[in-house]
Structure formats: structure tokens, C-alpha cells
Nanobody
Framework: QVQLVESGGGLVQAGGSLRLSCAASGRTFSRYVMGWFRQAPGKEREFVAA???????YYADSVKGRFTISRDNAKNPVYLQMNSLKPEDTAVYYC????????????????WGQGTQVTVSS
């Protein structure tokens, strides 16, 4: 059974940092594209960042320069370092995986975690 489990969410003040992790089981994800999405209350789920199996990275304009996605195929498959957090970053953050090229389209991902809450206070 394939499972993605996010961790590292929490409450932080504006300007602070958090590091999200995504642990995978049931399959080897080293050759998968890994992505992070988020969904704020009352809004649609949106793309945050993605990383290819070779390390190529892609970011939403809203997080570019503040967030960094990385992967360690020997351990947890993907991390999201979030710096200079803003109240508008408040959302549930989801880890996702797909066995093809990088994309920002959520329905093109095959596997999803349950999400971790990130709350940024002003």
C-alpha cells in the first residue's frame, strides 16, 4: 500500500520558518516527481513546488525565493523549507507524487498524503 505522510506543520509568526517533510512507504519514489500543494479555507488547492527525480525544481510565483523544495531519495523523499512566511501562506499542505514529468496540475498526481496544517500569524 502506497502511503505519503507529511509532517512539520504548525503555528509560526509571520517572518518565521518551517520545514515540511514527506515520508513515503509502499513504493520506491526515487524516480517519481514529488510535489507540494496547499489548500487554504474556502479556496481551491494550489500548486506550491515540485521536484523531478533528477533534482529539477519548479515553484509557484507566490513562493519563489522564499520556499525551497529538496529531496533525499535515500531517506524521506521530499522536503519543503519555508522561509519568510506570510499569513497568506496559511493552508493545509499536501505532498504528492507522480510517475512522469513535473507538472503544477494537481489531478495529474497519482498519490497524495493527508496533509499537514501550517498557520502563520500576523
Amino acid at each position: 500500500q502506497v502511503q505519503l505522510v507529511e509532517s512539520g506543520g504548525g503555528l509560526v509568526q509571520a517572518g518565521g520558518s518551517l520545514r515540511l517533510s514527506c515520508a513515503a512507504s509502499g513504493r520506491t519514489f526515487s524516480r517519481y516527481v514529488m510535489g507540494w500543494f496547499r489548500q487554504a479555507p474556502g479556496k481551491e488547492r494550489e500548486f506550491v513546488a515540485a521536484i523531478s527525480w533528477s533534482g529539477g525544481t519548479y515553484y509557484a510565483d507566490s513562493v519563489k525565493g522564499r520556499f525551497t523544495i529538496s529531496r533525499d531519495n535515500a531517506k524521506n523523499p521530499v522536503y519543503l523549507q519555508m522561509n519568510s512566511l506570510k499569513p497568506e501562506d496559511t493552508a493545509v499542505y499536501y505532498c504528492a507524487a507522480r510517475n512522469w514529468g513535473a507538472t503544477s496540475i494537481d489531478y495529474e498526481y497519482d498519490y497524495w498524503g493527508q496533509g499537514t496544517q501550517v498557520t502563520v500569524s500576523s
